[in-house]
């Protein structure tokens, strides 16, 4: 068995990725990345080793997801006053900066954005519009409880 300190949980992978523990178990049993699972459990449990490559497989800008906001195509769409399938463009056409999670869904950093933005002269007009979802993002575990009214540790 591996030290624990070289396995993740669902919950480490999600943080680390910012998605959901649920989209970490999807890949996990679509076979977009391996790991174990605890017999008689549905625990899943992934190898920093296999962490790595499944990063290293789909170029995600590990260390500068961890520091900067993220949009989907569909809030990029609504500030740039276009559609997500122009969104969508931009990026296979290089004219935007985005990356995958080794899916067909796309993200952009959120500087990356204002910066095409005011390149193309797009008004910035709605960047207001999505700075909350932006700030929430962003805030640590604890922030996040607390805006709640949670505890830490409580449910």
């Known amino acids: 068995m591996m030290p624990l300190g070289e396995v993740l949980t ?8 910012r998605v959901t523990t649920n989209t970490v178990s999807k890949w996990f049993d679509a076979g977009l990345m391996d790991g174990f699972k605890h017999p008689g459990s549905s625990t899943r449990r992934i190898s ?3 962490f790595i490559k499944f990063v290293e497989k789909h170029d995600i800008p590990l260390l500068r997801l961890q520091k900067e906001a993220v949009l989907t195509t569909a809030q990029c769409a609504r500030l740039c006053f276009v559609t997500v399938n122009t969104i969508t463009k931009w990026i296979d056409l290089g004219l935007l900066t985005g990356f995958s999670l080794g899916t067909e869904r796309r993200l952009i950093f959120h500087r990356d954005l204002i910066r095409f933005m005011r390149d193309r002269k797009i008004p910035l007009s709605r960047v207001g519009e999505i700075q ?3 700030e929430a993002q ?4 604890e922030e996040k409880r607390s805006k ?8």
């Open 132 to 134: 909350s979802e932006v």
């Open 48 to 50: 920093k080793n296999e």
């Open 148 to 155: 709640r009214g949670r505890k830490p540790g409580g449910k």
């Open 138 to 141: 962003m805030a640590s575990p």
């Open 10 to 17: 669902t919950g480490q992978v999600a943080g680390l990725l």
